[in-house]
């Protein structure tokens, strides 16, 4: 069974909510920009439908350990939410699931979690982000959208594990007091040719061809003081950065001086945002 979209949308009158245990989806929008003061979901709920408790205030919830996907802005801009736990069963979080809600404290993804949307995690004010470890395929593993972590102004720790499958632009991107990001490098296809690294805290993606590995800069901390281009050596391959992503540096208001190496060929979108000086 489901609650049907817009079932209950903006019903200022309503307060308190028991769901039947026969309800496996909550539809969109549902119960978008209600207070409720109550609100019990079943064991048996699959899907949170997109905008289901949109701008909505709460006095708490509690996922089930059955939830499998929770929409594109379930929970956006959504009061009382603060402790919430993210269960095992949760496969995919979409784009803006939690844009600008008060979820706090520390965050763990998931170790079934497929997919992290795009600025899923927006304006959060979530303090510590880890990932469960999980070894298998790259196939299997997640995905973080674009600015999924975008202006967590308190977010302090991140540690990613690497379970990563494909990270979009700097996740990452004006996390103030974030100084550095830990993990180790992974291969993410099977001729092991690509993959991601963290290097002095930043985040890299990196392409291998021969004795040659090149990087490209994904995500500086925006609360680091400096950067340093990490070319060198490495395991015998000669790497050299020779791209910035887009919104790489967005935020970095205490790097003073960045200095550039000529072998960065590409520059991306708002990539320099925030950078006080720069050659």
């Not at 496996?24 to 549902?30: L, P």
């Not at 409720?36 to 919830?61: M, V, W």
């Not at 102004?153 to 991140?158: A, G, K, T």
């Not at 690497?162 to 992974?186: H, S, T």
Request: hydrophobic share 40%; with cysteine; glycine share 10%.
């Amino acid at each position: 069974e489901i609650i049907p979209n817009y079932a209950f949308q903006n019903c200022s009158s309503l307060t308190s909510v028991t769901i039947l245990g026969s309800v496996e989806n909550i539809g969109d929008y549902a119960f978008s920009g209600c207070e409720l003061d109550n609100i019990s979901l079943p064991e048996t709920i699959k899907q949170i439908g997109d905008g289901a408790f949109n701008q909505c205030r709460l006095a708490g919830i509690s996922l089930p350990a059955t939830v499998i996907r929770i929409g594109d802005e379930a929970f956006y801009y959504c009061q009382g939410i603060s402790s919430l736990i993210l269960p095992q069963s949760v496969e995919h979080i979409g784009d803006d699931a939690f844009y600008g809600s008060d979820l706090g404290g520390s965050l763990t993804i998931p170790l079934c979690c497929k997919c992290i949307g795009k600025e899923a995690f927006v304006e959060t004010k979530i303090t510590s982000l880890s990932f469960e470890p999980l070894f298998v395929m790259p196939s299997l593993l997640c995905t973080i959208g674009d600015l999924a972590f975008f202006n967590c102004d308190l977010l302090e720790s991140v540690n990613l594990q690497f379970l990563a499958y494909n990270i979009g632009d700097n996740p990452f991107a004006g996390c103030d007091k974030l100084i550095e990001i830990e993990g180790e490098g992974v291969y993410t296809n099977n001729e092991l040719t690509q993959g991601y690294d963290i290097i002095d805290g930043c985040l890299y993606q990196f392409t291998e061809e021969a004795n040659v590995r090149d990087l490209e800069l994904i995500c500086c901390p925006a609360g680091k003081e400096s950067y340093v281009s990490p070319d060198g050596v490495i395991w015998g391959k000669k790497q050299t950065l020779v791209s910035l992503g887009d919104y790489a540096f967005v935020g970095c208001k205490e790097i003073i001086f960045l200095e550039i190496p000529n072998t960065v060929k590409s520059i991306g979108n708002y990539s320099l945002v925030m950078i006080k000086k720069k050659k």
